[in-house]
């Protein structure tokens, strides 16, 4: 049994998101521009994932970066220059929108000097934590799992459970392909039936071979026992050493794994298209933007809309 007192601690201090990718999907723009620092509305998409780690408890954030990308982590750092800009000129909201990222947890970057796979990138993590530290949790920026929260049920599942658990979405069949796909069994005792005890665990699977339609969606709340296994495996699919199958091992061995089905929305920063309807909703959501941007929409969508046409009479 876990006591009140215990169920008080975070499940973990430190939460890393791994951000050392070069973005293709997103070329041109990130030629130069990192694709964790594109706005989502005005927001870069990191900024949100570390205010949810912050929220879930974490302390600290260790953002894997790769050579050449030190602007994501400058994002994180306080400008007093254009703070005092904004300060002198009254520009008080302003100011407190680019305070936000410093003061919501201590960064730290380590670098993947070579883009050899997610479990890579986790497993550079290790010579930054404290020996006190029994697990992290890792957030992929590319996921925004909304509403908030998902973290702080897994955390739970690991207080009662133990081992390690993971956030998982479904996905339709014909999606399996890009995720990493879980076999899952129901847990008898669950009160919560969205808490599933994971058998294995297969990263981007043909359909066919696919153990069920759950598939990762970027939120993982890992044991330290991880790193032993990230030592342990080969490069998996794409030529990279995976996340997923270090799980996969950890399972083999017997360790606990669970899932929290999310149940809620997703969005995907990974691609363009699902970066559009990610700042159309967020954008949506606000005062500022939202009815006007909704009062738009709907005549661009409405049956009667007709392209403008050029002018080509004298
Ligand atoms: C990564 C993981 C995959 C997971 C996905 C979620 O894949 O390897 O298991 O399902 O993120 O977004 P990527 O999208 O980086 O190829």
Redesign the pocket.
Same mark, same amino acid.
């Given at each position: 049994m876990t006591s009140p007192a215990s169920d008080m601690q975070p499940a973990f201090r430190t939460a890393v998101v791994p951000a050392a990718g070069l973005g293709t999907r997103f070329l041109p723009a990130t030629k130069t521009i990192p694709k964790e620092l594109l706005p989502v509305v005005d927001t870069p998409g990191i900024e949100l994932v570390a205010g949810e780690a912050a929220d879930s408890g974490a302390q600290r954030l260790v953002i894997v970066t790769s050579p050449g990308k030190n602007s994501v982590v400058a994002h994180f750092v306080e400008d007093l220059v254009l703070e005092g800009k904004l300060e002198a000129s009254g520009k008080t909201e302003l100011l407190n929108k680019v305070r936000v990222a410093p003061s919501l947890l201590t960064v730290q970057s380590v670098v993947q000097e070579q883009p050899l796979g *997610?479990g890579h990138a986790v497993s550079r993590v290790e010579e930054v934590l404290d020996d006190s530290e029994d697990a992290i949790a890792v957030l *992929?920026p /590319? /996921?925004l799992v909304l509403p908030r929260g998902v973290l702080e049920v897994m955390g739970r599942v690991r207080r009662k459970r133990g081992g390690s658990v993971l956030c998982a979405i479904e996905v339709p069949e014909d999606r399996v392909s890009?995720? !990493?796909i879980f076999e899952t069994e129901i847990v008898p005792d669950a009160v919560n039936p969205n808490v599933l005890r994971v058998t294995g665990m297969v990263?981007?699977p043909d359909r066919d071979d696919a153990p069920s339609n759950l %598939? %990762? %969606?970027?939120r993982y709340l890992l044991d330290r026992e991880i790193f032993d296994a990230l030592r342990r495996i080969e490069p998996g699919a794409g030529g990279e050493l995976? *996340?997923?199958d270090a799980i996969a091992l950890l399972i083999k061995d017997g360790h606990p794994v669970h899932v929290v089905v999310h149940r809620g929305s997703r969005h995907?920063l !990974?691609n363009p298209g699902g970066f559009l309807r990610a700042a159309v909703d967020f954008a949506l959501e606000r005062d500022d933007y939202g009815p006007a941007l909704r009062e738009w929409l709907e005549e661009r969508l409405s049956p009667n809309w007709a392209a403008p046409q050029l002018t080509t009479d004298e």
């Open positions: *997610l *992929l /590319d /996921d890009s995720y !990493g990263e981007k %598939a %990762a %969606a970027g995976q *996340l997923t995907d !990974g």
